[in-house]
């Protein structure tokens, strides 16, 4: 998350990694603006799985809605433009409201920006969180994702990271690919004893049994891309370079394992 979309596309280039997930962040934070930055990544020939636009709704406070609308709106625009696979988001905070208030203000807040997404053809998926950040979202289980997203008729964005330790686990990954709603699978990490939020670790460094979740995707007929997402500071301590090129390895190993 340090790295300036400068040091990702040299990154990727040098690795030769040619798909990828983009940070709405990233491409904002860019010289030329999201529209730019956006160009930027379509030129360099990359195959975006997804551009996460993270940054959400303050569902208590229907005032800041229009200006989260419209920064959504641009992810929108710089999805299409960059072929992006899914645009994914969060729900935002709910604040005191109850789940289901929540989940009615966040489709009164989205609504404007589904619409345009189908327009664009662009499918949106939900990210469930850690139940941890309560600053970015209020949906932490992935069957509680899916029933959102159903309602939305959006996808889902499974974190493993949140969801690894869930009664049902193989059952929602069933519903969820047989319903066509699992748009990504977001892969990393988590080393029991792990107080603080996000501290992802290098798969196969940790606790969570992602080879069996991954072999669950699979075996439900999922066909998307798994999604390294490495960030907190054990990826930070390592430094990304190496912490990216063991993911890479570690991840290819389990999967050659379980279609081979």
Not at 117 to 122: N, R, V
Not at 142 to 171: F, Q
Not at 228 to 244: D, K, N, T, V
Request: aromatic fraction near 4%.
């Amino acid at each position: 998350m340090s790295w300036s979309l400068d040091d990702d596309l040299a990154f990727y280039a040098a690795e030769g990694i040619d798909g990828v997930g983009v940070s709405l962040r990233k491409l904002e934070d860019a010289p030329g603006g999201v529209d730019a930055a956006a160009r930027r990544v379509a030129s360099a020939g990359l195959r975006v799985t997804n551009l996460i636009g993270l940054g959400p709704f303050e569902l208590t406070d229907p005032s800041g809605w229009p200006g989260h609308r419209d920064r959504l709106l641009a992810a929108v625009d710089a999805a299409a433009i960059v072929d992006a696979g899914c645009l994914v988001i969060t729900t935002g905070p709910a604040g005191q409201l109850t789940w289901e208030a929540a989940a009615d203000a966040l489709a009164e807040a989205i609504g404007p920006v589904l619409a345009a997404a189908g327009t664009a053809g662009i499918p949106i998926a939900l990210e469930h969180t850690n139940s941890l950040r309560a600053d970015i979202g209020f949906v932490h289980r992935l069957r509680d994702a899916l029933d959102l997203a159903a309602r939305l008729s959006i996808g889902v964005c499974m974190e493993i990271n949140a969801c690894w330790a869930e009664r049902g686990l193989a059952d929602s990954i069933s519903d969820g690919v047989a319903e066509n709603r699992i748009a990504l699978a977001q892969v990393s990490d988590y080393v029991i004893g792990t107080l603080g939020t996000p501290d992802r670790a290098v798969p196969g460094d940790g606790d969570i049994p992602i080879e069996r979740i991954l072999g669950q995707l699979l075996a439900a007929g999922y066909d998307g891309a798994f999604d390294l997402e490495l960030i907190g500071p054990r990826i930070e301590a390592e430094g990304y370079a190496a912490a990216i090129r063991r993911s890479v390895s570690a991840l290819d190993a389990m999967l050659d394992r379980l279609v081979l």
